[in-house]
């Protein structure tokens, strides 16, 4: 049995609310926090589930651990983790 044992997967939810939580923060964290958002968003691997068990389908994946989602969240404040949070 082939598994991936780092892998991530995104709901539109969690990426709008760290949008929401990063989304005008300039500072070096906060546009790090940016970047991440923008590859979470445009790469569909990152948030397409049909995509990705094709994926796994053709490299011969038959399970992947994900990974928890993106911690720099968790750096925003106690109202930016309320708020991810219960996007998630």
């Given at each position: 049995?082939r598994?991936?044992v ?25 546009q ?57």
């Amino acid at each position: 049995m082939r598994i991936d044992v780092h892998a991530h997967l995104f709901s539109k939810a969690y990426i709008d609310a760290l949008r929401r939580v990063f989304g005008n923060d300039n500072s070096p964290a906060g546009q790090d926090a940016q970047r991440l958002i923008k590859w979470m968003s445009t790469d569909p691997r990152m948030t397409d589930v049909e995509g990705r068990l094709q994926e796994m389908e053709k490299w011969g994946i038959e399970m992947q651990v994900l990974s928890v989602p993106f911690h720099g969240a968790l750096g925003a404040g106690q109202s930016g983790r309320s708020r991810t949070h219960a996007a998630g």
